[in-house]
T-cell receptor, first 113, second 113 residues
Framework: SQKIEQNSEALNIQEGKTATLTCNYT??????LQWYRQDPGRGPVFLLL?????KEKRKERLKVTFDTTLKQSLFHITASQPADSATYLC????????????FGKGTKLSVKP | DVKVTQSSRYLVKRTGEKVFLECVQD?????MFWYRQDPGLGLRLIYF???????EKGDIPEGYSVSREKKERFSLILESASTNQTSMYLC????????????FGSGTQLSVL
């Protein structure tokens, strides 16, 4: 079965630096991969989707890459701010799709002023 | 914006009680999901539904049931609550045509004593 791993439970960085979070999966390459942000006590909020035929996608200070050879996605936040502190989850479709997603356990990002 | 509303943010119940968690979405989405989220285990799918009166088991359905009598409402039922069902419960919905981005509710933190 598909497994998805976010290899850092926590990441601490200084304000203004670039945060890079990693998501690896083990089996088949999915048609797309998603990233979500979750604040404490809240539900996840969708950030970005990248498809298997896209190498890179950007949205404001966010950049996502998708390497189907390495079975890996990287999520970058440039010029990070304390307000970016949150848990970031990656997710892949599985089980015949129709919205079924398997989620990684998340990486908790802390941006210090 | 899509709104997914969960009826309670916090709930405290006793072992053996029957518990109802309600979820309503306002965007006419066909597909709805119930997840639970526990520290170190991430998000796990309990049940999902593609249509009214239709339900499918997710990865951890034991001890739970669901009801979808109307398209906008998806209820999670704990027939006889147990302490190991203490968790954050998250409802989500998605449009079946786009099938890409999940919209989550704010979650219900359930404590079973």
């Amino acid at each position: 079965s598909q497994k998805i791993e976010q290899n850092s439970e926590a990441l601490n960085i200084q304000e203004g630096k670039t945060a890079t979070l990693t998501c690896n999966y083990t089996n088949y390459s999915p048609a797309y991969l998603q990233w979500y942000r979750q604040d404490p006590g809240r539900g996840p909020v969708f950030l970005l989707l990248i498809r298997e035929n896209e190498k890179e996608k950007r949205k404001e200070r966010l950049k996502v890459t998708f390497d189907t050879t390495l079975k890996q996605s990287l999520f970058h936040i440039t010029a990070s701010q304390p307000a970016d502190s949150a848990t970031y989850l990656c997710a892949l479709p599985y089980g015949g799709s129709q919205g079924n997603l398997i989620f990684g356990k998340g990486t908790k990002l802390s941006v210090k002023p | 914006d899509v709104k997914v509303t969960q009826s309670s943010r916090y709930l405290v119940k006793r072992t053996g009680e029957k518990v109802f968690l309600e979820c309503v979405q306002d965007m006419d989405h066909e597909n709805m999901f119930w997840y639970r989220q526990d520290p170190g285990l991430g998000l796990r799918l309990i049940y999902f539904s593609y249509d009214v009166k239709m339900k499918e088991k997710g990865d951890i359905p034991e001890g739970y049931s669901v009801s979808r009598e109307k398209k906008e409402r998806f209820s999670l039922i704990l027939e006889s609550a147990s302490t190991n069902q203490t968790s954050m419960y998250l409802c989500a919905s998605i449009h079946s045509a786009t099938n890409e981005k999940l919209f989550f509710g704010s979650g219900t933190q359930l404590s079973v004593l």
